[in-house]
């Protein structure tokens, strides 16, 4: 395999891989049902103020 080759692929698969990584996490985000966990994560720096009173 030669350098250029090495660079071919890269360019080419790796943007398409990443560019799928990109598409199937933004979506993963967005689920449906995700709402409460990220609310909940959201919040959590709170939960020690809420213990004391």
């Not at 660079?7 to 709402?35: E, K, P, Q």
């Amino acid at each position: 395999m030669s350098y250029d080759m090495l660079r071919h692929i890269a360019d080419s698969y790796g943007l398409l891989f990443l560019g799928g990584l990109f598409v199937v996490l933004i979506g993963w985000t967005f689920r449906r049902g995700a709402a409460q966990s990220h609310d909940r994560a959201a919040n959590m720096i709170f939960d020690e103020d809420r213990a004391d009173g």
